[in-house]
């Protein structure tokens, strides 16, 4: 299965990845290449994350990593990551 990742879920690695550089650069960079490898196991087991409690669509899920939820879309072929957010933020649905 591929993995695509969308334009603003790339966005908010980058924020995310800006904010921990601010104190220390090489955790930043240790976090996207870790960030990157747990969105990796969904090629595999893309119905690894549980299903998002805020929506009923049985299609979005969620992989709970640290203090961050990776959101993605199962697809017939393919999984979609569309967004990156912190624990504590409300996830937008309509960004989904």
Known sequence: MRVQWS????ERVAEIA???AED???AAEKWVRAAFARVGQLRQ???SGRRIPESPRPDLR???W???RIV???EARRISILT????KQILPLEEL
Do not use: C, M, Q, S
């Open 7 to 10: 334009p603003l879920a790339i």
């Open 18 to 20: 800006a904010f921990i």
């Open 24 to 26: 220390n650069p090489r």
């Open 45 to 47: 087991f893309p119905k």
């Open 62 to 64: 969620e992989l709970v």
């Open 66 to 68: 640290g203090n961050y």
């Open 72 to 74: 993605y879309r199962r």
């Open 84 to 87: 990156v957010r912190h624990v």
